[in-house]
């Protein structure tokens, strides 16, 4: 396991590069990473805080940004993001670094391959978190977030509909506050609606696309509806 997993590289030299982040040395941390990214296609910041029992399988193509918190036992898979949605800019342009801008991601949480997490949300205490998808909103613990109906279990909240979350669809302990989902659709992704007595979860990709909502209801991406 130690010579033959990539994970243990990496994470050897990321709790090294972290202490000596932490101890405000210059330079040398991000050295110490960046040689395990080379040599394991693990992108790790020094600057990331990951609990205990972490673990990456497969690993390439993981990137994990600086302010990103990590409980204990969580485990992710090849080409996983956990990174920020946008950076804060100064006055002159410049941008503000330092800020929170990544993802928490609490105790004995899963993601697949190819899920990108991102902006400062947090990930609930126990969710798994599907293959391929890409969140920019917090969910709360325990939930199941998959990539298309198709694969949706009962339970489980899909992403599905054309990329609209139906919340009306979620088990009533799986639905996103309003207030967590209210926020200026220039600062996120998140904007709601209501067609047809459905609340309705938009991504802003979706909303600068153009939605073209049929009288039924259906909200289509220049797409026919169902009815």
């Keep these: 396991v130690i ?13 090294i590069a972290h202490k000596l ?5 210059p330079v040398i941390p ?26 990456i399988d497969h690993g390439t193509g993981v990137v994990i940004g600086e302010t990103t918190i990590i409980g204990n036992h969580v485990t992710l898979y090849q080409g996983v993001t956990l990174g920020a949605l946008s950076f ?12 929170p801008r990544h993802p928490i991601l609490e ?13 400062r949300i947090t990930i609930g205490k126990g969710s798994i978190i599907g293959g391929n998808v890409w969140l920019t909103h917090s969910v709360p613990e325990g939930s199941r977030i998959v990539q298309s109906a198709g694969k949706a279990k009962p339970g489980e909240v899909s992403l599905a509909h054309n ?16 207030e967590a989902l209210r926020q200026p659709i220039e600062d996120g992704f998140v904007h709601i609606t209501r067609i047809s007595g459905q609340n309705r979860y938009l991504s802003r990709s979706m909303l600068v696309a153009g939605m073209n909502p049929c009288p039924c209801g259906y909200l289509g991406n220049n797409e026919k509806c169902h009815c």
């Design 3 to 15: 010579f033959c997993y990539p994970c243990m590289n990496a994470m050897t030299h990321y709790r």
């Design 21 to 25: 982040h932490e101890l405000k040395v």
């Design 30 to 55: 991000r050295i110490i990473t960046e040689q395990a990214h080379s040599k394991t296609g693990i992108d790790i910041h020094p600057g990331a805080q990951i609990g205990e029992y972490f673990a």
């Design 88 to 99: 804060s800019k100064n006055a002159d342009g410049t941008l503000v670094k330092g800020l």
């Design 107 to 119: 105790d004995n949480v899963t993601v697949y391959a190819g899920a990108s997490i991102l902006g």
């Design 163 to 178: 990329g609209v979350l139906f919340l009306d669809e979620l088990p009533e302990f799986q639905r996103p506050t309003l």
